[in-house]
């Protein structure tokens, strides 16, 4: 019963992952926020918009101290190529059917002379933001993946150590068995023995049962002798 137990656990323990490759894609958009123009880069991926939202709120605090507002998150510095900015870095995200936008981007009219330098590592960002966001998700999956092959493993070795005792006890029945038949052999043995000794010694009593009769009638004999001396 304990056995079927063990094994009727296995396949709700067992975690399929379906691999597959995924392919960041990196685009050009505009947004809008507070009437303000915000040049941006944007991704698509396969994920609800409060994940993404918050893997990308977390992504941005490699990049200052971002803070979630009602239409978008908010850098108001920012740290790009290890140089400090007292100018806004904006993201976002927005969901659309299945999939959710994730964007980052900046007021092009407040970055003015480092505009360029801004635009180039914004692409980058959403890129390296898209991959690290299915890196995260396809970990957690090998994560629960190992779990599960941890459990089985464990299963595993359970029933081995338990092949292992009932092996060992069956090993041990064997030899108490073969002791037993030794013992019964000998009990055979030492039985037939007895009866023969009982034998002889029944042949002894009655020899002497005899002998002892014979030796009374010579008492009596004697006696009867003796009381007619006068």
């Keep these: 019963m304990n056995a079927m137990k063990k094994f009727v656990l296995v396949p709700f323990l067992l975690v399929y992952v379906i691999s597959f490759g995924q392919t960041v894609v990196v685009k050009r958009e505009k947004q809008k926020i507070k009437n303000d123009n915000i040049y941006s880069f944007s991704t698509t991926l396969d994920a609800n918009a409060e994940d993404v939202n918050s893997a990308l709120l977390k992504f941005l605090k ?115 068995y073969q002791q037993l038949l030794k013992a019964i052999q000998k009990n055979r043995s030492d039985s037939v023995a007895l009866v023969l000794r009982l034998d002889k010694n029944k042949a002894s009593t009655d020899s002497l049962r005899v002998v002892s009769d014979k030796v009374k009638q010579a008492l009596v004999f004697q006696k009867e002798r003796q009381g007619k001396v006068n």
């Design 62 to 176: 490699n990049y200052g101290k971002p803070k979630q507002q009602e239409e978008a998150i908010v850098l108001a510095e920012c740290i790009i190529n290890g140089q400090a900015f007292t100018k806004a870095l904006y993201g976002g995200t927005r969901q659309a059917n299945a999939v959710t936008y994730a964007w980052i981007g900046v007021n092009l009219k407040d970055w003015a002379a480092d505009s360029a330098m801004v635009v180039s590592r914004l692409e980058a960002m959403v890129k390296e933001f898209g991959v690290n966001f299915y890196r995260d998700k396809i970990q957690v999956q090998i994560d629960e993946a190992q779990r599960a092959v941890d459990i089985v493993s464990k299963q595993q070795q359970r029933t081995l150590n338990e092949q292992q005792s009932i092996q060992q006890k069956i090993e041990n029945n064997k030899k108490e």
